[in-house]
């Protein structure tokens, strides 16, 4: 079947404009999760779904960064007046449940702020 | 505040030898070890995990041992092929749905 997708595959934006990243995970996933990997550093824990709801938004850097989801499936992650320092790898991945089911990552977007 | 860590960015490993990729971790509530494989321009994907009540599990070639006490974890591969040539994660949860991840290890396995 087909997996997590993720769009777009890449996206160059000017400093201070928004963005929007999309993550279609794979169908029957109840759970999703967003992670950056910005240059030579780990994954980095943005905020995790179970169905629509996000319990923690901790990991979100800054108020300038906000994720939905809809009817347990799609979700958003927008990042509002970018910034340099935003450049990074965004990774969606989707699990049948939330806690250690496996994660099924897609291919991520590649967002570069000039 | 890196809470698991990679400290070699990179392992060079002859094919049929075994590959040691090393992660240590900081935060004594781990209970959650696991292990990602990345090839360029896809997403992680899973390999192996283990549990804190174990010190080891074998999947295969693949091997992960826990040091709880010295707050340790690597993965063994045996023997090593060129197909096994990626970045590898280690990852750590504690129960609250948020998993830390290290920055990675590019594995080249030379035939």
Redesign the interface.
Known sequence: GAG?SQSPSNKVTEKGKDVELRCDPISGHT?L?W?RQSL??????LI?FQGNSA??KS?LPSDRFSAERTGGSVSTLTIQRTQQEDSAVY?C?SSLA???E???????TRLLVL | D?Q?K?NSPSLSVQEGRISILNCDYTNSMFD?FLW?KKYP??????LI?ISSIKDKNEDGRFTVFLNKSAKHLSLHIVPSQPGDSAVY?C?A?AN?????????TKLNVKP
């Open positions: 997590v759970a999760y992670y030579g550093q780990g994954l980095e824990f995790y319990p923690d990991g990774l991945a939330i806690g250690r496996t994660q099924y990552f897609g291919p991520g | 890196q698991v990679q959650y990602y321009a896809e997403g992680p994907t899973f995990s994660f990852a949860e609250f749905n948020k998993f830390y991840f290290g920055s990675g």
